[in-house]
């Protein structure tokens, strides 16, 4: 290689190293300007949160205060309404003068959210997706109403302020409403562990004179005990076997027939009203309706023998009110009618329960011991007579 050589090959490395080292300096200025306004930009996801919640609460209050102007303050000018199937576009306009007809005839007493909701942002907290879910008690007009709704609303940053541009609205079916009634229910009389036992004597009397009945009911298993002055017997039924035992003549049958299990299991009225989905199956809200004369929401279940076995509970707090159970194919029903409430230490149970069967007539059953022990499983077993 000549001198002449690498003397243009020097200049040329030369250039090219100021070349790159120009362009490395302007790289870190793009570089560092994007910093600074990524920096300047970065949104505080906390307070956009605590906003979307305040919309949120505020359309809630709006409910109750018949606000239609509250209820639609944060809405767009037009939305997208995804509701039945359909998917529409909603303008304030058409949407106001129907909420306002709505609200007017609408009485909201309790509208509860369900569990946490989500709320997501977009990367630049642009936008942002809300999906809750609530359970409404109250009236139209004359008709009072229980839902459990859930929804999700899309908004969108514009202008600075949150617009909501998007929803979706979905109502809970039956099952679905009545998986929520049943939590409330249990939210009121105490939630009963599973790994509980109850026992309940209860002195009674029917039209053929007085007698005793002594019920202890497990998670899987129920025994239940007659004696009278005509005699006496004990029912057992569940996972650790069933059987019937006549204690005058000392009869035993290992085996309990349908129709002597049904008559057990619907004397088993606490554990029935504390845990019903240990002895019922398929819960469905059925609405709002009259049990005794009094307002009442009905969850109908199907029993052992797959009949309808309704019951009731108070549409002003919740408290199981009786239930209608169907004791023959024919739809015969017997109605139980719960009273006289007290506190077992958290668990609220009832001290009265009166049978009305249309067939053998009206029997009352006045609790007078009643104990929540898991040391009780070891009754259930026991063929001999507990009752004194």
Known sequence: MTA??????????????????KNFNRSIGVVFLLFLFSCESSPDLEQERQAIIDIIGAVEKAHFDKDVEAFYAANDSVWTDVRNGRIELATKVDEMASTKAYFDRMKYDELLRLGEPILTFSDDASMATYIGSVMA?????????????????????????????????????????????????????????EESCLQALAQCQGPDGSFQTLVTSSHTDGRMEQNSVRGSMVLKHGQSGSWFKDTNSGQTSEELDDRMRHFTVGHELHWLMLRPEDRLTDPKFNGVKTFQDKLAMEVEFSDPLQRPFKFYYSFENFQPIGFDMEIDDQGTAVSVIFGEWEDNDGIYLFRRAEFKDPLAGAFVYNYTDLQIDEGLMRNLDKKALLID
Do not use: H
Request: glycine share 6%; charged share 20%.
């Open 4 to 21: 002449c050589n690498s003397s243009k090959i020097y200049q040329m490395v030369q250039k090219q190293n100021f070349l790159s080292w």
């Open 137 to 193: 008690r109250g009236s139209f007009g004359e008709s009072p109403i229980f839902w459990v709704f859930s929804w999700q609303s899309v908004f969108k940053k514009k202008s600075g302020e949150w617009k909501l541009i998007s929803t979706a609205n979905t109502m809970g079916d039956p099952a679905t409403t009545a998986d929520v009634l049943l939590d409330q229910v249990k939210k009121t009389v105490g939630e009963l562990k």
